[in-house]
């Protein structure tokens, strides 16, 4: 069974740096692309960022770009994001998910499997 299971989060100051960790199991991570996307309060969920199965395709949300990097641990089968120079409107629930891609692209929202990570909340606040 395809399961992703997310790890970190938490609070930040403003300025300061989170990561968020995404295990996959039950296939090998380089089968898919994985994206984050992140849902705030009363807001639409928004795709942050995407990488390739090689890890040599990546996207970013302009919110995000300079700020958040994307990587994957293939050996591990782990997609981290390391979030820094938080800001406040970064607060919001982060979901991790595969894609129906193999490599990334500026449209990757709309090429979502299905499979989700269960949410990790993230509060930048001062």
């Known amino acids: 069974q395809v399961q992703l299971a997310e790890s970190g989060g938490g609070l930040a100051h403003p300025g300061g740096s989170l990561r968020l960790a995404c295990a996959a199991s039950?296939?090998?991570?380089?089968?898919?692309?994985i994206a984050w996307f992140r849902q705030a309060p009363g807001k639409e969920r928004e795709g942050v960022s995407c990488i390739g199965s090689s890890a040599g395709s990546t996207e970013y949300a302009d919110s995000v770009k300079g700020r958040f990097t994307i990587s994957r641990d293939l050996a591990r089968n782990i997609v981290y994001l390391q979030m820094n120079d938080l800001r406040p409107e970064d607060t919001a629930v982060y979901y991790c998910?595969?894609?129906?891609?193999?490599?990334?692209?500026?449209?990757?929202?709309?090429?979502?499997?299905?499979?989700w990570g269960q949410g990790n909340q993230v509060i930048v606040s001062s």
């Open positions: 039950g296939f090998t991570s380089d089968y898919y692309a």
């Open positions: 998910a595969t894609l129906t891609l193999t490599y990334c692209y500026s449209g990757y929202q709309e090429k979502l499997s299905g499979v």
